[in-house]
């Protein structure tokens, strides 16, 4: 079996930061209906040579590739957001007196 795959990655119309890994020839043609009703409309993002040592962003590359040869398809959701200073700053405060 070879080691490598010519990826699609498609991101999501609906949700930002959303990703879909597929290989190359099938397309989003195989995703399950229900992933496709929340991911929304697939937007061609890339296409690329993928190795188990290449480096993703946010992904390890043996799972995403193990996930596609599985299940047929990688799901990257978006990273999860961090309350920051800010918001803690801005948040009104109830004072006791």
Known sequence: MKQHLIVEVFRSSKNEGMYLYVEKSAGLKDIPDELMALFGKGISAMTMLLK?????ARANAENV???IREKGYYLQLPP????SLLDAYMTPTKATY
């Open 80 to 83: 999860v957001k961090e309350e």
């Open 65 to 67: 590739i193990a996930d």
């Open 52 to 56: 188990p040592d290449s480096k993703l």
